[in-house]
DNA sequence: GTTGTTACATACAAAAAAGTATGTAACGGG
DNA sequence: CCCGTTACATACTTTTTTGTATGTAACAAC
């Protein structure tokens, strides 16, 4: 497989490309937040775990980018800004859920500790 | 979902915890380099692209400590040190091919450019 | 006896990703 | 008129990941 560019970066296969639009900490969880419908910035915020203002702003500027969610703006007085899945975002979900059964498995058979929440 | 601990870092979901094991630029291409049989460590570094010493050994061995593959040494004149998947890193196939696909789909819709050759 | 092969191993530097802190604009409520 | 909410936006720092360069030990071939 020849290595090729996309948005001015190098992969080397098929696999990191995909990496490109759905790794990292927080695309994931974002994709799997929206995969219901529309969900609202704020929303975004307050159902995903430990993400701050800055990463799901960059995340989601990222994603829109690269055709997996749209934006979508209420012209409201208290601004309303909804995010929806693509036909790709939606694509996107079935690699998500392998990644997650694969995960959930490890968790019951691998040494993981639980956190106590504080 | 609450947190977890694995290996000393503190994971937020399964997902996760799957990238910890599969995860990076270089343990997909070397789990899939392995789903045949064994390779030795010099083919795996031939086989696959742009990888370094470094990279190989270091991803082989955090491989190993997290049960992905076994490692296997003959001890012959030139030694031979062969690696090969647990039961665990077969399961990541699966995993790993739906990233595959997902990224195949990607270079078939998205602008990507073959990168020449030098 | 110099070079080559096999399989690592490590020091150090660069790059990429993520986190912290702070700010903004347009309102609305009290 | 000060505070809170909504949805960003940016500067800066820290952490994590990856890459570069170099070295080693045991032979074997020439």
Redesign the interface.
């Known amino acids: 497989?020849?290595?090729?560019?996309?948005q001015g970066r190098?992969y080397?296969?098929?696999?990191?490309?995909?990496?490109a639009?759905?790794?990292g900490?927080w695309k994931?969880?974002i994709l799997l937040a929206l995969r219901k419908g529309p969900v609202r910035y704020s929303v975004l915020r307050s159902i995903i775990?430990?993400i701050t203002d800055k990463m799901l702003y960059s995340q989601l500027r990222d994603l829109e980018k690269k055709?997996m969610l749209t934006r979508q703006v209420y012209s409201e007085k208290p601004p309303r800004v909804e995010y929806k899945l693509t036909t790709?975002g939606k694509?996107?979900i079935?690699?998500?859920d392998?990644?997650?059964?694969?995960?959930?498995?490890?968790?019951k058979?691998?040494?993981?500790?639980?956190?106590r929440?504080r």
């Open positions: 497989m020849a290595d090729f560019v996309y190098v080397y296969s098929p696999i990191e490309l995909s990496m639009f759905i790794g900490t994931m969880p775990p430990h055709g790709l694509r996107s079935k690699v998500i392998s990644l997650q059964t694969f995960g959930k498995h490890l968790m058979t691998e040494k993981v500790a639980i956190k929440q």
